[in-house]
């Protein structure tokens, strides 16, 4: 059999027969036998993985596909990369666990991350590592703005998405997610993001640039607003899971403003676009605004191993010992993996690809934008989504999104879904993506888009 890595270097995906295949069946039925219900991507993507090299993988009956989902935007630098594979390797004899005690790799991690901060924000910052997910460094960020403020009450936005976790899901917009679990974190105020191709307070596209700005203006500046003074806005800079949507950067500014001239913490939750991700290390760059907290955690490691953390203003810094704990916020293969992938990204000019990579999806992709079924194409970096609507009626359309990416599978793609009702696919490619593999995934897309226009007619 064909090494993936070779695989990889000739850009050939292949899936041969029906999805799934005989043996990611049967891996597939013990799964539901034996794990939770809560599973959800082999739902969708019903494959059983066997092995990965790069921007490929394969699956256990041999099928190999692009991964541009590329574990949820962790895999910064794609599956295996050989040197952080050996980084990795080489600490794996060293150490490997060390709760917060000092070590040369987590100084090197530390040093690595506060050297990608914009200059002003290096020598004012401190970091505080959390337990090893997204989510906990939400619920971290929320303890020390409520600590550091005396205040309770946290302002989020519809459509944002920021964790599972009980605090991190209060603060996420998708009713579904928690209509099931009573008694969420209370004092969570939601307000509208600028989501301009649909308009959260029904204006036009053309009128609505910092609108929603101005309500949150409102609410935190009228006595009678209803809205006590809060410990924190919550925002992340792109709403990932919400479907791709970049914030306009008049409303970005406006909230950043805001929250200064009132004493609010502003915590940007950069989980899925930090790192890189919108061709930037941190997307609030592209803004011209500094956050008083940074949450980070997906690709910090660059390979998958596990690590999450808070970069905050060292004016914040009040906690007690032991304010905010975590077993596994020690990780030394994850801290020895995220110091050479920073290494790594500078070296081969990593952003710069984001940058060259996103303008050649945003080009293979403008046939799209004449298509009656698309309501947008829009993206960052290598984060980018299509957003599926009726045209009858301008609602999304979730059965065609979900058509979509089942025709990619058995085209050899893996894309995500994400957006209200399901109906943007979603992109998160490796950040050192070649352009042939970025050519291949977008035909393989466009010819996904067509095969299910032609079988799916929405509900």
Request: charged residues 20%.
């Amino acid at each position: 059999m064909t090494s993936l890595v070779q695989l990889d270097s000739l850009l050939a995906p292949h899936v041969a027969g029906s999805l799934p295949g005989p043996r990611s069946a049967e891996f597939l039925a013990r799964q539901q036998t034996y794990e939770s219900n809560a599973r959800s991507y082999p739902r969708r993507l019903p494959i059983a993985l066997q092995e990965a090299s790069g921007s490929l993988v394969r699956d256990v009956d041999g099928n190999v596909f692009i991964d541009f989902l590329a574990g949820a935007g962790v895999l910064s630098l794609g599956h295996n990369h050989p040197e952080l594979v050996a980084v990795v390797t080489d600490q794996l004899g060293v150490l490997t666990h060390g709760l917060d005690f000092p070590t040369p790799v987590r100084e090197a991690f530390v040093e690595a991350q506060l050297s990608m901060l914009p200059a002003g924000m290096r020598d004012r910052m401190k970091i505080h590592f959390c337990g090893p997910t997204g989510a906990n460094a939400v619920d971290a960020a929320l303890k020390l703005c409520k600590t550091a403020t005396g205040r309770g009450d946290v302002v989020s936005f519809q459509g944002g998405f920021h964790g599972s976790s009980h605090a991190a899901m209060a603060l996420t917009g998708l009713v579904s997610q928690k209509r099931p679990v009573p008694n969420g974190m209370p004092g969570v105020h939601f307000f509208p993001y600028s989501y301009c191709a649909r308009c959260p307070i029904g204006l036009s596209p053309d009128s609505c640039a910092t609108n929603c700005a101005e309500v949150l203006e409102r609410a935190l500046t009228d006595g009678n607003g209803g809205v006590p003074l809060p410990a924190a806005v919550v925002m992340e800079m792109v709403q990932g899971e919400g479907g791709v949507i970049p914030a306009t950067k008049e409303f970005a500014r406006r909230v950043r403003s805001l929250t200064r001239e009132l004493g609010i913490p502003l915590v940007v939750d950069e989980v899925q676009t930090g790192c890189g991700r919108s061709g930037t290390w941190f997307a609030f760059e592209q803004y011209g605004i500094e956050p008083d907290v940074v949450i980070a955690s997906k690709a910090l490691s660059g390979i998958g191993t596990p690590v999450a953390l808070i970069i905050y203003d060292a004016a914040l810094d009040v906690w007690a010992p032991g304010a905010h704990t975590g077993t596994f916020r020690g990780n030394q293969l994850a801290f020895a993996a995220g110091a050479a992938a920073v290494e790594i990204i500078r070296r081969d000019g990593v952003l710069d690809n984001v940058v060259r990579r996103g303008e050649q999806i945003a080009d293979r992709l403008k046939p799209l934008l004449d298509d009656p079924w698309v309501s947008e194409v829009r993206g960052q970096g290598l984060m980018w989504g299509i957003e599926f609507a009726d045209p009858k009626n301008g609602r999304p359309a979730g059965g065609l999104a979900a058509a979509v990416q089942a025709a990619a599978l058995r085209g050899g793609l893996i894309v995500e879904l994400g957006g209200r009702d399901d109906c943007v696919v979603r992109m998160l490619p490796p950040l050192n993506v070649t352009a042939g593999i970025v050519e291949a995934a977008c035909s393989i897309l466009l010819t996904a888009i067509r095969t299910a226009k032609a079988t799916h007619r929405e509900a």
